[in-house]
Every structure is written in structure tokens, then in C-alpha cells.
């Protein structure tokens, strides 16, 4: 069973800090890798993809890889309390199909 | 923008009704998914379609049909509706690609009673 593991949370940073969530994966061969935002009652909206190892950026969000410790996380800059939500990691596992943590919940308080 | 519709947002059904959930993607996308979202248990993957008339078990597949007549329209069946299939029930779509995995566009999900 492909498994893709987050801290449940919630992880709570004030406003204005760095936050930096954390998800690790069981399978190898995963080649791409997401991460997603879900507000309470709302669908996963897509904030990024990584496919390389390394870091990739995009705004305040920065996400990086590390396929050897098959290991990948997210940071939010500058974080801001509309930032406050469920974060879901996504790995693909498969044909065409990806396996979803359970999220961490983030709290960023004014 | 990727645009996913699902056709309603709440829906309240009796024990042993069926049930019919409908998604519909206007992006072209070959794949197309249904999960179910529960707390603590996270997002479950029930069947997978990526062609018409194709569609691939998941996770959790019991108690479930799925139709894909369309390209653009994939359709979610519970034969007959039971109390542990309450649930937010999420449709996504997304490319196919023979040697990539592409992100998944969901659509704004159907919150399911089962009384």
C-alpha cells in the first residue's frame, strides 16, 4: 500500500513567520509530487507541483524534493492568516493516479 | 481555467435509494476521478476513468458504480444508498500522459446525507 504521510497538525505561526509543512512518502518510483489547500467545506485547490529534486518557488510558496530521503515539504513566506487552512501533500502512485495525505491543518494567527 | 462542475452541493437521501452524482470538465481531459473525503481518513480514491467507457477500480470501489458515456461528463452511481456512505464525495480530472502524472482540477464537491 503506497503511503504518503503528514503531520496532522495544527501547525500554529504567527503572522508575518515562515511556515514549513512536511510530508514523507513509501513509494520510490513517485515521480511527481503536489501540494494542495483546502479550506473547511471547500474542494483542494492546487498550489504547486515539483517534479525535479531541489526547490521550486512561486510567489510566497516554495516547495522542495529530496527523492533519496523521499522526503518533500512546502514553505509559505511572509505567512498571512487567509493562508489559514488544510494542506494536502499529493504523490503520484500508478497509472495516471495520485495517493493524498491526510493534511496538515495551519493556523496563522494575526 | 479549468473548470470542474458537480451537480449539486448538498444532497439528502434515504437508505436504499440510488443515487446519481454527476461531473462534468470542460477542459478536455482524458482522466477523470471520483474520491470521498472523510475526517481523519483523508481523500479515497473509488474509481478512476481515463477514456470513455474505461474506468479502473480504486481504494474503495464497493457499493459504487461509475459511468463515462462522454469525455467530459463522469458520472458516480451508489446502487443502493447506506448510512456509511455519508460523505463529501470530490470529482477531479486531469491529463493523460503515457509517462507523467498531471495534476488533479477538483470539482466543489457534493456533501451526501444518507438518513
Known amino acids: 500500500q503506497k503511503e504518503v504521510e503528514q503531520n496532522s497538525g495544527p501547525l500554529s505561526v504567527p503572522e508575518g513567520a515562515i511556515a514549513s509543512l512536511n510530508c514523507t512518502y513509501s513509494d520510490r518510483g513517485s515521480q511527481s509530487f503536489f501540494w494542495y489547500r483546502q479550506y473547511s467545506g471547500k474542494s483542494p485547490e492546487l498550489i504547486m507541483f515539483i517534479y525535479s529534486n531541489g526547490d521550486k518557488e512561486d510567489g510566497r510558496f516554495t516547495a522542495q524534493l529530496n527523492k533519496a530521503s523521499q522526503y518533500v515539504s512546502l514553505l509559505i513566506r511572509d505567512s498571512q492568516p487567509s493562508d489559514s487552512a488544510t494542506y494536502l501533500c499529493a504523490v503520484s502512485a500508478g497509472f495516471q493516479k495520485l495517493v493524498f495525505g491526510t493534511g496538515t491543518r495551519l493556523l496563522v494567527s494575526p | 481555467d479549468v473548470k470542474v462542475t458537480q451537480s449539486s452541493r448538498y444532497l439528502v437521501k434515504r437508505t436504499g435509494e440510488k443515487v446519481f452524482l454527476e461531473c462534468v470538465q470542460d477542459m478536455d481531459h482524458e482522466n477523470m476521478f471520483w474520491y470521498r473525503q472523510d475526517p481523519g481518513l483523508g481523500l479515497r480514491l473509488i474509481y478512476f476513468?481515463?477514456?470513455?467507457?474505461?474506468?479502473e477500480k480504486g481504494d474503495i470501489p464497493e457499493g459504487y458504480s461509475v459511468s463515462r458515456e462522454k469525455k467530459e461528463r463522469f458520472s458516480l452511481i451508489l446502487e443502493s444508498a447506506s448510512t456509511n456512505q455519508t460523505s463529501m464525495y470530490l470529482c477531479?480530472?486531469?491529463?493523460?500522459?503515457?509517462?507523467?502524472?498531471?495534476?488533479?482540477?477538483f470539482g466543489p464537491g457534493t456533501r451526501l446525507t444518507v438518513t
Open positions: 476513468s481515463y477514456d470513455v467507457k474505461m474506468k
Open positions: 477531479a480530472s486531469s491529463l493523460w500522459d503515457r509517462g507523467k502524472t498531471y495534476e488533479q482540477y
